[in-house]
C-alpha cells in the first residue's frame, strides 16, 4: 500500500514541477460497475449495535451483491496540460467526487410456507388445505462519498480527425465522509417482493420492514485504472464548435477502500463515464 501511494504522490508532483501548458478542460460524469467481496462478519462489525445483524440468520441463503452506483454517481472536473518532454501525450489532472451507495453489501432470504385455512366438504367430509407462504429477507450495505484527486496519462489516435481513439494509465487518491452502514430486514407476504438488497427499496409492496442506521469514520480510497475512450469533435468548419467535443470513456481497474475499522478491500470493476471535453487554441 505505501508503495502505491508513493507512487501515485509522484505522479502527481509531476504535474506541478514539469514544463506544462493547460490547453484542455474535461467535465465528466458516470458510475462504477463491480462485486463487491464483502461478507456477513464485515458489516456486523460495521454495525455492532445492530439488533437485525445480531440475531441468528442461519436460516437465511446469501446472494450475491452487486456493486451498482447509477450514473450521475461520479463526477469530475479535469484539465489538461500539455508537457515539453512527452508532445504527443496529455496529462490530465483534476479532481472527482464519487458517492459509493454499495462500498460494501450483503444480505439473504428464506421463504417460508404455512397453512392459512382448512376447508371440509359437508358432503364427503374430505379435507382441502389452503396454504401460503412469504419471503423473508434481510440487506446490509456500508455506502460513503469520496472527494479524490484524479491524473491520468493518456495518449491520442489520430488526434486530428473528427473521430479519435485515446488510452493511457491513471491513478486517483481521496478520503471519505459520510460514511453510514444501513440495515433492513422485511417480511413480504405471498413472495412479493426482489430478494437483491439494492433493488427491495424500489419495489417494496407491502409487508413488514425495520430499518436501521449507523454512522462510521472515515477513511481513504483510491484506484489505479486503464482509460480507454472514443472522441468526437462536433464542428470542423464552424469556428463556435471546433473546440468542443464530446467523448465516452471506460476506466477498467482497481478500486481500493480503506474502512475504518475494518480494513482494507480490493475489487475489480469499471467506471463508465461521458464527458465534454473543451480544446483550446
Known amino acids: 500500500m505505501k508503495k502505491i501511494i508513493f507512487t501515485l504522490s509522484c505522479f502527481i508532483c509531476l504535474s506541478a514541477f514539469a514544463q506544462v501548458q493547460i490547453k484542455e478542460v474535461y467535465l465528466q460524469s458516470g458510475a462504477f460497475f463491480g462485486q463487491t467481496n464483502s461478507s456477513l462478519a464485515d458489516l456486523q462489525t460495521l454495525a455492532p449495535n445492530s439488533s437485525i445483524l445480531s440475531q441468528d440468520l442461519s436460516a437465511y441463503q446469501s446472494y450475491p451483491q452487486f456493486l451498482l452506483n447509477i450514473p450521475g454517481q461520479s463526477q469530475s472536473l479535469s484539465v489538461g496540460l500539455e508537457l515539453k518532454q512527452l508532445p504527443k501525450a496529455t496529462l490530465r489532472f483534476g479532481i472527482m467526487h464519487t458517492k459509493q451507495n454499495n462500498a460494501l453489501a450483503t444480505g439473504g ?59 493511457g494509465i491513471g491513478v486517483n487518491f481521496g478520503l471519505s465522509y459520510n460514511s453510514t452502514t444501513t440495515v433492513h430486514q422485511r417480511v413480504s407476504p405471498y413472495g412479493n417482493g426482489l430478494e437483491y438488497g439494492m433493488f427491495n427499496d424500489l419495489f417494496y409492496d407491502g409487508g413488514t420492514l425495520e430499518t436501521e442506521s449507523f454512522e462510521n469514520k472515515g477513511g481513504f480510497g483510491m484506484s489505479i485504472y486503464t482509460p480507454l475512450g472514443i472522441d468526437f469533435q462536433v464542428g470542423k468548419k464552424r469556428e463556435f464548435w471546433k473546440p468542443i467535443h464530446l467523448y465516452a470513456e471506460l476506466r477498467p481497474g482497481v478500486n481500493i477502500n480503506q474502512i475504518a475499522g475494518l480494513g482494507t478491500s480490493f475489487s475489480a470493476g469499471n467506471f463508465s463515464n461521458l464527458g465534454l471535453r473543451f480544446q483550446f487554441k
Open 109 to 167: 432470504s428464506y421463504t417460508e410456507s404455512f397453512r392459512v385455512d382448512t376447508l371440509t366438504s359437508s358432503q364427503t367430509g374430505e379435507q382441502f388445505f389452503i396454504d401460503s407462504f412469504s419471503t423473508h429477507s434481510y440487506n446490509a450495505q456500508f455506502a460513503q462519498e469520496q472527494l479524490r484527486l484524479d491524473a491520468s496519462l493518456i495518449f491520442r489516435y489520430k488526434a486530428e480527425k473528427r473521430w479519435s481513439f485515446y488510452g
